[in-house]
């Protein structure tokens, strides 16, 4: 998930149409490397596709960057027991394990330095009504770990989720949902050309949240570069 979040609306909402605004608020067999920028510089990353192997691997990272992004937010809007709960069935092992044998799933890894520092997932999903356009693909998630912030492999990554959505999935459009109140996600999103078209509940639990909707079209020169895996 690329993140999500607030609560306190009316419960027959499902992704409310509004005009878009101003957001604010593989690889198994051809190996691509990821150059980190800057005084910082580090081993280059292999991008490639998850395999069933990287299953266990993949849910504590998954559970731990989901726990980082959200860990500050949720204490007080969420009650422990819910959170505990969503994250073993959202990010545990038979969930990951199931996604990755899910052939409307693909889950991109970023390889850094002998460690997983990064994933991407891009899904065949049931699409909210304020998502228009031909072939909607979703953008399921997208987490980079913190000590890979501002390196650019959030943008590699989704150069290759577009190649996976137009190329694989024979997608027109890319959909995602992110918490409303995630600036730095809202803020990547937006430079990455998504527009806001609405709102969708999100449940931790039994609580209700609240995710902004953004969409973009797919460049059908994206599924020139195939990805392999």
């Known amino acids: 998930m690329p993140a999500r979040f607030h609560r ?9 149409r509004h005009a878009p605004r ?3 608020s593989s690889m198994n067999s051809t190996t691509d490397m990821i150059a980190a920028p800057g005084p910082a510089a580090a081993p280059a990353c292999r991008l490639r596709h998850a395999r069933h192997e990287d299953a266990a691997e993949l849910a504590a990272f998954a559970a731990r960057t989901f726990e980082d992004t959200y860990g500050s937010d949720l204490p007080g809007r969420i009650g422990p027991e819910h959170i505990a709960l969503h994250l073993a069935t959202a990010f ?7 996604e990755l044998a899910d052939p409307g799933v693909v889950t991109v890894l970023a390889d850094c330095d002998g460690r997983l520092a ?3 997932q891009v899904r065949r999903a049931l699409v909210p009504p304020c998502v228009g356009g031909r072939a909607p693909i979703e953008l399921h998630r997208l987490y980079v770990d913190r000590p890979w912030h501002g390196r650019g492999i959030g943008q590699r990554l989704m150069v290759e989720i577009d190649a996976i959505a137009a190329g694989r999935f024979g997608g027109a459009v890319l959909w995602l949902k992110v918490w409303e109140r995630n600036a730095r996600a809202i803020a990547f999103y937006a430079k990455c050309g998504f527009v806001d078209v609405g709102v969708a509940d999100y449940f931790v639990g039994a609580d209700r949240l609240t995710d902004r909707v953004l969409v973009r079209p797919l460049d059908p ?3 020139i570069r195939p990805a392999s895996g």
């Open 8 to 16: 306190d609306r009316p419960a027959s909402r499902l992704c409310l």
């Open 22 to 24: 101003d957001p604010r």
């Open 92 to 98: 545990g092992p038979r969930q990951q394990a199931a």
């Open 118 to 120: 990064a994933y991407a």
């Open 221 to 223: 020169r994206s599924a």
